[in-house]
């Protein structure tokens, strides 16, 4: 799948809007001191896997394990794509 974001492209971002993170949702989120956009794989209680969309070349929670539900800074709820 190809990724979604890309370099350049903007996106806005809704904080803590997501009470209840949904399967498909994509999410900003902060691990290891760096920020991350990914969608939401699975749901278990206050824990999220999460993937990017770029399954190849994604680092997400196959990587650094599932995150948890207050590492979430917001969803994204827009795309500008910026064309180069």
Same mark, same amino acid.
């Given at each position: 799948?190809?990724?979604? /974001? #890309?370099?350049?492209? +903007?996106?806005?971002?809704?904080?803590?809007?997501?009470?209840? =993170? *949904? +399967?498909? !949702?994509?999410?900003?989120?902060?691990? *290891? !001191?760096?920020?991350?956009?990914?969608?939401?794989?699975?749901?278990?209680? *206050?824990?999220?896997?999460?993937?990017?969309? *770029? /399954? !190849? $070349?994604?680092?997400?929670?196959?990587?650094?394990? =599932? +995150? $948890?539900?207050?590492? +979430?800074?917001?969803?994204?709820?827009?795309?500008? #794509?910026?064309?180069?």
């Amino acid at each position: 799948m190809e990724p979604t /974001i #890309h370099e350049g492209d +903007i996106i806005f971002v809704v904080g803590k809007y997501l009470a209840r =993170p *949904n +399967i498909g !949702s994509v999410v900003l989120f902060k691990k *290891n !001191s760096r920020l991350m956009v990914k969608r939401i794989k699975k749901v278990k209680m *206050n824990e999220l896997e999460v993937e990017g969309d *770029n /399954i !190849s $070349q994604s680092t997400d929670s196959r990587n650094f394990g =599932p +995150i $948890q539900k207050k590492e +979430i800074i917001g969803g994204v709820v827009k795309i500008f #794509h910026v064309s180069s």
